[in-house]
């Protein structure tokens, strides 16, 4: 048996969680490859590591001196060392780190030094081996991700490993140049040296005990979720659930290997099961929610718009030729709406506008902006009547008006369009009328 386990920012924060680590992989023989982030918070208004490191590269970009910075990074680190009493010392690394910085070596060498470092500690506190995810993370030429040659260059290396720390976050380009997945990117290595191992499971170690049905930044105390497909977790994840990274399903989808979220802090709580399907009956008819604010609506009217033919392609040419990507497109008879992320429109506002007037001349084009998308997820919806019934009462009831509601066509998902203002209220309103009561 092999299990791949990925420990998150939170769980490395200090060496008192490190310790819970240790005490988590030494519970479990197979837990033999591990992959972490970099030191996260350790309290409340602290500063994570990474973001340490962008602040300390963007003063050296700056021609600035970055000597304290770089210090009080250091000192995250050695604090930990010390705390976990080990016999080991960074001073050569730092000393590289500041030469590359001063060489402008690039943002993401930068912040990639977070997850390397911690790795070197990690595998030196195990007796791991230390893999530098340099050497076995590819990305082409263009910064694309290469999975295939990761694939095979990970298996190749990996096979000849007991156990070994493999750093989260980044990988390198052919050049040698390295280059970082987005934003909590360590999740995806995870899954990607899960998949080359052909792992049993891929454990996630966060520090809540598992998905929660929906944020727990917004509703208090709200229900784990037990199993969950891969399906719904995408959809729930893309949509701000920001446990588990989007793109960290597709790796071990293709070897069908389960991904298990569970919480450092809490190891007996058995977390969040995500699998890729399942005959288990959710606990209730819906999973998740989960929501993002910051959306514009762009309402399109012409009568007759729907015997145009090729009407959608043009509307839609003119969003990708002004490179914006659109998230969501309810349409009626004489109508349609976009719906765009307002930091990516606001600026082409005018030229998309007038460039939609010339290509399908409207009969009204109205926009709105300021708008949230809810997604209300889960697999035991397929085939229940009622649900966008309540949906609506539950939003009614907390005075929140709908701007629109939309079913997707797998019955998976059903998206509700919100004010900003209202998205807490919604979100709580639609969790309080599913959750737990309806189980
Ligand atoms: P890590 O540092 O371990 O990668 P993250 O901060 O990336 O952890 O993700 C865990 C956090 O995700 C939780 O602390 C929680 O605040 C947030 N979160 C948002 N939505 C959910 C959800 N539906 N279920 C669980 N956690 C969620
Ligand atoms: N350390 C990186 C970040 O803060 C990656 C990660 O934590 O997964 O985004
Ligand atoms: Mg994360």
Redesign the pocket.
């Known amino acids: 048996m092999v299990k791949v386990v990925?420990?998150?920012?939170?769980?490395l924060a200090s060496a008192e969680q490190f310790k819970k680590v240790g005490n988590i992989i030494h519970a479990d023989d197979s837990r033999r490859y591990v992959v972490p982030?970099a030191p996260?918070k350790r309290f409340s208004d602290d500063t994570?590591v990474t973001d340490m490191l962008y602040k300390c590269y963007a003063e050296a970009e700056a021609g600035k001196n970055f000597d304290k910075q770089l210090k009080a990074i250091k000192e995250r680190y050695n604090e930990i060392i010390k705390g976990l009493g080990l016999k080991l010392s960074l001073d050569e690394q730092f000393e590289t780190i500041k030469k590359k910085f001063s060489a402008l070596a690039g943002k993401d060498y930068a912040a990639s030094r977070g997850e390397y470092l911690n790795g070197i500690i990690m595998a030196n506190y195990l007796g791991y081996e230390f893999v530098d995810a340099a050497t076995v993370i590819c990305f082409d030429k263009d910064g694309e991700f290469d999975a295939e040659k990761t694939n095979q260059v990970m298996a190749e290396r990996l096979a000849a490993t007991e156990s070994a720390v493999i750093p989260g976050f980044y990988g390198a380009m052919p050049n040698g140049a390295v280059k970082t997945f987005s934003r909590?990117g360590?999740?995806v290595t995870g899954s990607i040296v899960a998949r080359a191992l052909k792992a049993d499971v891929y454990e996630?170690?966060?520090?809540?005990s598992?998905?929660?049905?929906?944020?727990?930044?917004?509703v208090e105390n709200?229900q784990?979720?037990t199993v969950i497909t891969y399906k719904e977790l995408r959809e729930?994840s893309y949509m701000?659930?920001?446990?588990?990274?989007e793109s960290a399903i597709f790796p071990v989808r293709k070897e069908g290997i389960p991904i298990n979220?569970r919480n450092?802090n809490a190891p007996e709580d058995k977390g969040?099961m995500i699998v890729e399907t399942t005959c288990s009956i959710p606990d209730c008819t819906i999973t998740?929610?989960?929501g993002k604010k910051g959306f514009v609506s762009i309402s399109i009217d012409k009568d007759m718009m729907n015997s145009e033919i090729g009407f959608g392609r043009k509307v839609l040419q003119v969003f990708e030729d002004n490179g914006i990507s659109f998230e969501h497109m309810p349409s009626g008879i004489d109508t349609m709406t976009v719906f765009v992320h307002q930091d990516e429109f606001v600026e082409k506002e005018q030229k998309v506008l007038a460039e939609l007037h010339r290509v399908v001349k409207p009969d009204v084009l109205e926009l709105e902006s300021d708008l949230a998308l809810i997604a209300v997820v889960g697999r035991g919806m397929k085939n229940r009547s009622g649900i966008v019934g309540k949906i609506f009462t539950a939003l009614a009831d907390a005075k929140v008006n709908v701007k629109m509601i939309d079913q997707g066509s797998s019955e998976l998902n059903i998206i509700i369009g919100v004010r900003n203002k209202y998205f807490n209220d919604a979100v709580k309103a639609i969790y309080a009328a599913f959750v737990p009561g309806d189980c």
């Open positions: 990925k420990f998150g920012g939170s769980s982030s996260g994570k909590g360590s999740d996630n170690w966060t520090d809540v598992g998905f929660l049905a929906a944020d727990p930044r917004i709200p784990p979720i729930l701000g659930a920001s446990v588990l990274h979220i450092t969040t998740g929610i989960a």
